[in-house]
């Protein structure tokens, strides 16, 4: 039976203590921290989805303060910022391209989704934590305007 994601950041971190890898001790330890915040927060434990909806949230949080990092002159800090996202990335599902998004917009349009409510609705969970929310938003308004 495989490992749930949780367990698997649990074991990657006891390696990484093993291997007194800092770096990815403290990314993976944090994780794991927020993910159990969020447990305490929904009173049960997450699962799969969950924990990936809590990497995704902490990958934009850190890609975003790579942002600020850098526009603020500090582009070492941006750096690990980003390396440390890139660590996060490894245990999310595959990232989707703009076209692949717009496909699944355009097969919700012909299911029958006529507004912006239904079509976000039908994509977000698709693309959760594999493509940015905004940028899906503005493909969709987009698509609707083309029918």
Known sequence: MKASLKETLR?????????????????????????RNREIETGADLD????????????????????????????ELAAREEDQAKMLRAYL?????AERVREIVRELIAGGAAHMG???SGLMPEIRGRFDGKAASAIAREELANR
């Open 118 to 120: 239904a079509v976000m």
């Open 48 to 75: 799969d989805e969950g924990v990936r909806a809590v990497l995704a949230r902490a990958v934009k949080q850190r890609v975003d303060a790579a942002a600020q990092m850098r526009e603020g002159g500090r582009p």
């Open 93 to 97: 599902r595959a990232e989707l391209d």
């Open 11 to 35: 074991s990657d971190l006891n390696e990484s203590r093993r291997e007194r890898d800092r770096e990815r001790t403290l990314v993976l330890s944090t994780a794991l921290a927020e993910i």
